[in-house]
């Protein structure tokens, strides 16, 4: 809780943060899908994604075909202090976990809590141990797995809302 020290996203702009492994079970490809959904009516919103894995590749050309490079980053791996940082300036935490097809899920993904911890709001799948520390509408914002048209509506309502990020925030690092 001391590294991951929190931000104040009602001041942050509308800056999605999200830190994984791109492999099946985190769904990066439904994450882009969703922040792509939302980012024609949300012109400044931004999505960094920080990790690597056999997804990425894949989710690189996707945001090139796109044409989104300016304003999804796929920064690679980054250190903890780096991460503890990028979430202390983002508006929110972004998770699409699912089941994998051959039955691979998450337990409580520890970045949920370090963003939890960074006073960030969580919007996530109601996947696993995730909806166990994140209530709806009181800590984030959870839709079910595959849902990309409700993730991008979570990410639209937070990024036009920066109070509610901040309530949601607070929170979360409360809890």
């Given at each position: ?20 492994r ?26 960094t994604m ?15 075909a ?20 990028l979430?202390?300036?983002?508006r ?52 079910d797995?595959?849902d990309?048209?409700?993730?991008a ?5 937070i990024?036009?809302?920066?109070d ?12």
């Amino acid at each position: 809780v001391q590294r991951f020290a929190a931000g104040n996203p009602s001041q942050a702009p509308p800056h999605f943060v999200s830190v994984g492994r791109f492999v099946d079970k985190k769904a990066p490809h439904m994450l882009l899908g969703s922040f792509m959904a939302m980012a024609a009516r949300v012109p400044d919103a931004r999505l960094t994604m920080v990790g690597d894995g056999v997804l990425w590749e894949s989710c690189v050309q996707r945001v090139r075909a796109a044409g989104l490079e300016g304003r999804v980053s796929l920064c690679g791996v980054k250190e903890q202090n780096e991460i503890a940082a990028l979430m202390r300036g983002a508006r929110a935490f972004v998770q699409h976990s699912v089941r994998a097809l051959s039955g691979d899920s998450e337990g409580t993904p520890l970045a949920v809590l370090e963003a939890m911890a960074s006073g960030l709001p969580v919007i996530a799948t109601r996947h696993t141990g995730i909806g166990d520390v994140v209530v709806h509408e009181e800590r984030g914002l959870l839709c079910d797995e595959f849902d990309v048209a409700a993730m991008a509506e979570h990410m639209e309502r937070i990024a036009h809302d920066p109070d509610l990020a901040g309530r949601m925030g607070r929170a979360g690092r409360i809890h």
